[in-house]
């Protein structure tokens, strides 16, 4: 079964960092490009970030970029989402996502941020 | 970027009964290699979205024969037959055709 975690959201100030990771399992890593998606009330649903299966290949919103960096670990099975010089309008509920015959073919449980002073 | 425009934004339905949300997108999604992207997906309350179809008519692993899509270019359609309690949610369509992917609105299919 296919099982994406993630984990290090939480409330930052305006213009400082986090990280975000998530663990995968059930599936070969190295195999899948990744993801991550966030959602928000008013904005809805929004790719921010994908990699490619080796890490070599990336790509971000236009909002994000120069900002936040994806990245990946596929000896431990773990991807993650570097956030830096954080904007308000940057808080939302954060997914990892793995692509396959179809972008975002599966999705983990989401992690929040809210970013704020 | 290509704007997906999701209708209704709103959706009553008596269980068992049958429903159709529109997709549009603001330019055609046949990309230059031949296909379609676009999928659609469902979030159920307090949960992540999970995958239906893609490319527009495929259904994905384990979701039921009840789901269909269907359309081409610009206009596509989810159908959903003999709505049951755990279809209940919110409906997304995704393009992929053309970077950077965008998600429509959102419909949310409730019960009368």
């Known amino acids: 079964e296919v099982q994406l975690v993630e984990s290090g959201g939480g409330l930052v100030q305006p213009g400082r960092s986090l990280k975000l990771s998530c663990a995968a399992s059930g599936f070969t890593f190295s195999n899948y490009g990744m993801a991550w998606v966030r959602q928000t009330p008013t904005k809805g649903l929004e790719w921010v970030a994908s990699?490619?299966?080796?890490?070599?290949?990336?790509y971000y919103r236009d909002s994000v970029k120069g900002r936040f960096t994806i990245s990946r670990d596929n000896a431990k099975n773990t991807q993650y989402l570097q956030m830096d010089s954080l904007r308000s309008e940057d808080t939302a509920t954060y997914y990892c996502?793995?692509?396959?015959?179809?972008?975002?073919?599966?999705w983990g449980q989401g992690t929040l941020v809210t970013v704020s002073s | 970027d290509v704007l997906m425009t999701q209708t209704p934004v709103s959706l009553p339905v008596s269980l068992g009964g049958q429903v159709s949300i529109s997709c549009r997108s603001s330019q055609s999604l046949v990309h230059s290699d031949g296909n379609t992207y676009l999928h659609w997906y469902l979030q159920k309350p307090g949960q992540s979205p999970q995958l239906l179809i893609y490319r527009v008519s495929n259904r994905f692993s384990g979701v039921p024969d009840r789901f269909s899509g269907s359309g081409s270019g610009t206009d596509f359609t989810l159908k959903i037959s003999r709505v049951e309690p755990e279809d209940l949610g919110v409906y997304y369509c995704l393009q992929s055709t053309h970077f950077p992917p965008t998600f429509g609105g959102g419909t949310k299919l409730e019960l009368k």
């Open positions: 996502a793995r692509h396959g015959a179809t972008p975002f073919a599966y």
């Open positions: 990699i490619s299966t080796g890490g070599g290949n990336t």
